[in-house]
C-alpha cells in the first residue's frame, strides 16, 4: 500500500500550483484523505480534507478561498489546487488516508487519525 504525493515546485508569490495524491494498492474512494504540511522549523499542520464521496470539504482557515481539495475516484487520486500561493504556503506537502470510524466531528484536523501517508511534496513560494 502506498500513497504518493507530487506536483509540487518553485512557484512565484500569486501563483498556481495542483498537488496530487495517488494511491496503490488501496482503493482511495473507501478512504477519507487530508492534505497536511509541514515548514521549516514548524509543526505539521491541517490544510485539507475531502470525505470518501467528496460531498464533505473542509480547509484551514488559513487557506480559505485560495485552495480547494477534489478527488476523482476514478482515477484513485486525490488534489490540493492552490492559487494565490504565498510565501508563507512554502512547505512539504503531506497526504493522508484513513478510514476507520471517528467518534468527535473534528478528527479530521488531527494528524494521528490518519493511517496512510505519503511520502510528501515541497512547494516553495517566492517573495
Known amino acids: 500500500v502506498q500513497l504518493q504525493a507530487y506536483g509540487g515546485g518553485l512557484v512565484q508569490h500569486g501563483g498556481s500550483l495542483r498537488l496530487s495524491c495517488a494511491a496503490s494498492g488501496l482503493t482511495l474512494s473507501s478512504y477519507g484523505v487530508a492534505w497536511f504540511r509541514e515548514a521549516p522549523g514548524k509543526e505539521r499542520e491541517f490544510v485539507a480534507m475531502?470525505?470518501?464521496?467528496?460531498?464533505?470539504?473542509y480547509h484551514a482557515d488559513s487557506v480559505k478561498g485560495r485552495f480547494t481539495i477534489s478527488r476523482d475516484n476514478s482515477e484513485n487520486t486525490v488534489y490540493l489546487h492552490m492559487n494565490k500561493l504565498k510565501p508563507e504556503d512554502t512547505a512539504v506537502y503531506f497526504c493522508?488516508?484513513?478510514?476507520?470510524?471517528?467518534?468527535?466531528?473534528?478528527?479530521?484536523?488531527?494528524?494521528?487519525?490518519?493511517?496512510?501517508w505519503g511520502q510528501g511534496t515541497l512547494v516553495t513560494v517566492s517573495s
Open positions: 493522508a488516508a484513513d478510514r476507520r470510524t471517528k467518534t468527535y466531528s473534528t478528527w479530521y484536523r488531527n494528524q494521528h487519525e490518519y493511517y496512510y
Open positions: 475531502i470525505s470518501l464521496s467528496g460531498d464533505r470539504k
